[in-house]
C-alpha cells in the first residue's frame, strides 16, 4: 500500500490539522478514584508555546490535573 497524501493529526489543544513533523504526544497517567489504570495520548503543536503549555494541563477525562 504506497500512501500519496502528507500524514497529519490533529491537535487536541487547538483543533488544528498539522503535518506529522509538527506533532508530538505527551503520554500522562489516567488516575481514577486515585489509582492509576492506564495512560492518556495528547496531541499537540510542538512549535506553538500555547498548545505546549496546554498540552501539560489538558486532562480527556476531567481527573485531577497534576503538572507534568
Same mark, same amino acid.
Given at each position: 500500500?504506497?500512501?500519496?497524501?502528507?500524514?497529519?493529526?490533529?491537535?487536541?489543544?487547538?483543533?488544528?490539522? @498539522?503535518?506529522?513533523?509538527?506533532?508530538?504526544?505527551?503520554?500522562?497517567?489516567?488516575?481514577?478514584?486515585?489509582?492509576?489504570?492506564?495512560?492518556?495520548?495528547? @496531541?499537540?503543536?510542538?512549535?506553538?508555546?500555547?498548545c505546549i503549555e496546554g498540552a501539560r494541563h489538558k486532562d480527556f477525562f476531567g481527573g485531577?490535573?497534576?503538572?507534568?
Amino acid at each position: 500500500m504506497v500512501f500519496t497524501e502528507p500524514l497529519t493529526w490533529k491537535c487536541h489543544i487547538c483543533d488544528e490539522e @498539522r503535518p506529522d513533523a509538527k506533532i508530538s504526544v505527551l503520554t500522562k497517567p489516567l488516575v481514577v478514584n486515585g489509582t492509576v489504570c492506564g495512560q492518556q495520548n495528547i @496531541r499537540y503543536c510542538n512549535d506553538k508555546a500555547e498548545c505546549i503549555e496546554g498540552a501539560r494541563h489538558k486532562d480527556f477525562f476531567g481527573g485531577e490535573k497534576g503538572n507534568v
